[in-house]
């Protein structure tokens, strides 16, 4: 299995929206198309990739680093056992030459080559990447659906409380039983009253609401926060805190007694690592969401795992941000405890395959071969023209 | 006073060389120039920055989101009080939109435009950047001279025990009394024969040799070669192991008695902040490599200066990596223990202003606005076209 060519284009991931500590309006997204020497009912295999949001489109580091060392690399040096392409000696082609430390930006653009690299190989296979996974490194078994939640709740402009409540209806709706709003934007006795009115939404119960900071607080914030939600039990309070303050989250755990979720701004197992080591996280608890399309892909949510296990830490806990495919074929071939969900932003790359009906918040997986994209008409329409 | 234009170019800062974790071969720079409406000397004020080397020139970065943000930023918005352009809010205005965490590579880029800001404002004030510093931060107070270590000794093709010795010598004879050797990348009983030999050299004083492991042992590895250079009381012991491994650092500092030196793979105040808190280093001998080139600059290591007083660290436990002049006005104008100096490699951006002697490892800096890359013929040999 060779790799003929790699493609990349840049397009928008926007969404006008903010929350507590960016605007999205300006969010770009990388797509790249790895063209392979395999052909598969008449065609070549063709794997793509792309970055999820927060992140930025990592254009120029693919095209001065990534993409050349893996288009450079013997295919030999890359191949399994079997003459497939091997993700994790792919990965080290493209890590070649980068010093220790420093992950953030090259663990998306490695995030987006992984990606594609994943689907061509379980394309190649004639499988879909949930069974592959499955089959790799779960001993053969893939959960039948995969639990997800709707994110949304942000502060659109002029968004007032009638309309945070519509937009959760919403969700409902569409067979949703967990939804999550963005909070820290406004003072917190205002997002306290949207919190309210959220809660209502959902028939007052704290489990199918979660609340998210992105990280926006300051530690005295968060306990003035985190006493005011506590009685509400709430799913989980997401990012409450800078990613990389671990005293403030082991502070913070000493005090908040619900759940925290923690994790989206972490790009490698060593960062993942130390939350774990230094956060005082409870893993009977709290929640996880490293994104494996930030942080160098499939790869090294392997090595995440495996941190994770050796420290007492079940993969149930994990629930990846991001919203794509690739975490949802994850999410159910390595026994996640789920995934995020975009119904209303981030299009055409949050979500599932077309026709997936969400039923009490949970979904089932497509059988086709790959990650699925092309079971998705508006993001395979993004990704068909790079194959011309 | 206002951004007229900001030009990029890439060039290369490789070497034949290789430490025990990448070779430098393929290394690359980004030089910016930061074109003011200032005119000094019937010239307009033009401020140059440049990445230092270990981390590639960060191109398609500083084109995608820094250089855009920081020219349309309205010139009111970062400026200060005096009409000056404030390196703090120009900061602020390229990390607009940036979430938190994932401190890699966009902290190149920040620090190559805020390295040209400072330069920029202090030809504008018509001073060197050290006295500026020093006058803004330090009370006024400047040293007469800065340390410095001559860094080398890596795996040169071919080179054997003669040819370490005699580079050595050659550092001695150029002035400096420390010199730096990098370990790691062959059997510890070969690196043995190595560090003896420079030992030699040096007229078997442990305190003039530090030996450089690049992050590459586990914590076995670092703890058999501590056990071995202990008797030799080295200067320190630099990154003997992955630079985000925090618990290993302190495991290996309750038994490695000498000083440690770590740091120069953190590019944040968090990530530094991080190293302190659970790195279990030693205040009162450990040595600090943190580099404001690829660290988001000068407003960041402020922030990262502010931390360690806050930790009972001393400015002079910080000897930054890169070996570049902007720190060299950092360390001269806020009292840090000194500055690496590459005699060999790295050219044309490492070393001092021309002509500069070093008398017992100690340099004068010269008295000129700005930098000082003016009175350096070769790195200014590749700047000044760029205000063409």
Excluded at 42 to 71: C, D
Excluded at 223 to 235: E, H, T, V
Excluded at 286 to 312: C, I, N
Aim: charged share 25%; proline share 6%; aromatic share 10%.
């Amino acid at each position: 299995m060779r790799i003929i060519d790699i493609r990349d284009i840049v397009v928008p991931i926007s969404s006008s929206i903010s929350n507590a500590y960016i605007d999205f309006s300006t969010m770009t997204a990388s797509v790249v198309a790895i063209v392979t020497d395999v052909v598969r009912d008449g065609k070549p295999v063709v794997g793509f990739g792309f970055n999820s949001n927060g992140r930025y489109a990592p254009q120029g580091l693919l095209r001065e680093r990534f993409i050349p060392r893996l288009r450079d690399a013997k295919s030999e040096s890359i191949e399994d056992a079997r003459g497939l392409i091997d993700p994790a000696k792919a990965w080290a082609a493209m890590m070649k030459n980068e010093k220790p430390g420093g992950h953030g930006e090259r663990s998306v653009a490695v995030g987006v080559l992984d990606m594609a690299l994943w689907d061509a190989v379980s394309k190649a296979e004639g499988v879909p990447l949930w069974r592959l996974l499955a089959d790799r490194y779960n001993e053969g078994v893939a959960d039948k659906t995969a639990w997800v939640y709707a994110a949304g709740g942000y502060y659109y402009p002029d968004k007032d409380i009638q309309a945070l409540q519509d937009e959760m209806k919403h969700y409902l709706d569409l067979g949703y039983s967990t939804v999550k709003m963005k909070i820290g934007g406004v003072p917190l006795k205002d997002d306290l009253k949207r919190i309210e009115a959220a809660l209502k939404v959902v028939g007052g119960k704290g489990e199918n609401l979660c609340v998210d900071v992105n990280g926006r607080y300051d530690l005295d914030e968060a306990i003035a926060c985190g006493d005011a939600i506590a009685p509400y039990n709430l799913r989980w309070y997401e990012e409450p805190l800078d990613p990389l303050d671990y005293l403030l989250h082991a502070a913070l755990a000493t005090r908040y007694r619900p759940p925290l979720a923690p994790g989206e701004n972490l790009f490698s197992m060593q960062d993942a690592r130390n939350l774990i080591r230094h956060g005082g996280l409870r893993a009977d608890r709290d929640w996880l969401q490293f994104d494996p399309a930030l942080s160098y892909g499939q790869v090294e949510y392997l090595r995440t795992l495996d941190m994770l296990a050796s420290h007492g830490w079940s993969r149930r806990r994990c629930v990846p941000h991001g919203g794509h495919q690739f975490a949802l074929n994850i999410a159910v071939g390595l026994g996640l405890g789920g995934n995020e969900s975009y119904p209303q932003v981030f299009a055409p790359f949050g979500g599932f395959a077309d026709d997936t009906a969400v039923t009490d918040s949970r979904i089932a997986m497509p059988d086709i071969p790959g990650i699925g994209f092309e079971a998705k008409n508006k993001l395979y329409a993004v990704m068909r023209p790079m194959m011309a």
